[in-house]
């Protein structure tokens, strides 16, 4: 068993796909946070680290909730997700992030809000479609 977190570790069973999905890129913005300078690691990487563990929060508490709690809170995730965007992108602008590193984030940050939103409306979709037999029944 691989003990080290360098590694190839799979995922535990039960997260969705976007929850997966948002760990692996969590980790890959570990790699690049260590390597801004002091100033800007202590200050922007921190407010981007710090939202990111919130995300990854939210997407935890949301899949287990019933359906009609997820909505609001993947909402909150988009918002979360917008403003680890801006900040990314802020980075970059400020020549905090190299571009390779940043096009591979905000690539996979891209990927995570369309999940997540994907995820949202299919609820939505799902609790009309409910309420809308509960409405002829």
Not at 26 to 55: A, C, P, Q
Not at 113 to 132: F, H, P, V
């Amino acid at each position: 068993m691989n003990t080290n977190n360098k590694g190839s570790v799979p995922p535990p069973r039960g997260f969705l796909p976007v929850v997966t999905k948002a760990r692996a890129t969590y980790l890959v913005w570990l790699g690049i946070h260590r390597n801004m300078g002091r100033v800007e690691r202590f200050g922007l990487g921190t407010k981007i680290d710090s939202n990111f563990l919130s995300l990854l929060g939210i997407l935890r508490k949301a899949t287990f909730l019933n359906v009609e709690e997820k909505i609001p809170f993947l909402a909150k995730a988009l918002e979360v997700v917008d403003v680890i965007r801006f900040f990314i992108q802020l980075a970059w602008e400020a020549h905090c992030i190299q571009d390779a590193p940043f096009i591979q984030i905000s690539t996979a940050i891209e990927e995570i809000g369309s999940m997540i939103g994907g995820w949202r409306n299919g609820l939505i979709k799902k609790t009309s479609a409910t309420r809308t037999e509960e409405k002829r029944v």
